[in-house]
């Protein structure tokens, strides 16, 4: 079983920058993922990148201030998260697709293991 845990989520003033990071303890070949959901709205993909960090993909509006990486070394995925706008608001989650490896998905229904997520806030 492969257990996520997303830390680094906070209060931040528009413009700001803030380092999402997601422990996945244990060796993964897996593509994964960062998903944003807000109040009232369905999970959304932000981020994706394939097993060995080639190959990424981001949703349109956070293409340019986002970047997804990972460290297999360090069992991490990583969203850096810069020039944060208010509509950036949002409970973020990473998570793990354990059928594909080189090209990632951006649908959340794919991806077989997710963390609890943590918020992000920002101040407009």
């Known amino acids: 079983q492969v257990q996520l845990v997303e830390s680094g989520g906070g209060l931040v003033q528009a413009g700001g920058s803030l380092r999402l990071s997601c422990a996945a303890p244990g060796r993964t070949y897996y593509a994964m993922g960062w998903f944003c959901q807000a109040p009232g709205k369905v999970r959304e993909f932000v981020a994706a990148?394939?097993?060995?960090?080639?190959?990424?993909d981001y949703e349109d509006s956070v293409k340019g201030r986002f970047t997804i990486s990972r460290d297999n070394a360090a069992n991490t995925l990583y969203l850096q998260m810069n020039n944060l706008k208010f509509e950036d608001t949002a409970a973020y989650y990473c998570a793990a697709d354990r059928a594909r490896s080189s090209v990632p998905s951006l649908n959340a229904l794919e991806y077989d293991f997710w963390g609890q997520g943590t918020q992000v806030t920002v101040s407009s």
């Open positions: 990148i394939n097993w060995n960090g080639v190959g990424s």
